[in-house]
């Protein structure tokens, strides 16, 4: 069974720094591309970062230049560095895997709540 597992999310005072992982249990990891997503109470869900099977990646202009996204296709784990966190960055993140060629696959974790209050 395919699962993507986040961890890492919390509660941090502004300015503050988080760093989110997604565990991917998925056969053939390096040939997906990954995104973070994030969905605040009452807004839709947005994609904050994503990061392609070549190692490129791209960002939401809101988050540029804080937040980074990586991947380490030994361990299938991505990693979403969060740094000057602002308390709009409050959301559930979530993390999904989209299969980059071949037979249509997409996964989708439980999400991880980031809360940046004072």
């Known amino acids: 069974q395919v699962q993507l597992v986040e961890s890492g999310g919390g509660l941090v005072q502004p300015g503050g720094s988080l760093r989110l992982s997604c565990a991917a249990s998925?056969?053939?990891?390096?040939?997906?591309?990954i995104a973070w997503y994030r969905q605040a109470p009452g807004k839709q869900r947005e994609s904050v970062a994503t990061?392609?099977?070549?190692?490129?990646?791209n960002y939401a202009d809101s988050v540029k230049g804080r937040f980074t996204i990586s991947r380490d296709n030994i361990k299938n784990t991505a990693y979403l560095q969060m740094n000057s966190l602002k308390p709009e960055d409050t959301a559930v993140y979530s993390c999904?895997?989209?299969?980059?060629?071949?037979?249509?696959?997409?996964?989708w974790g439980q999400g991880t709540q980031v809360i940046v209050s004072s």
């Open positions: 990061i392609t099977i070549d190692g490129n990646t």
């Open positions: 998925i056969s053939g990891f390096n040939i997906y591309t």
């Open positions: 999904n895997a989209h299969r980059a060629f071949g037979e249509k696959k997409d996964y």
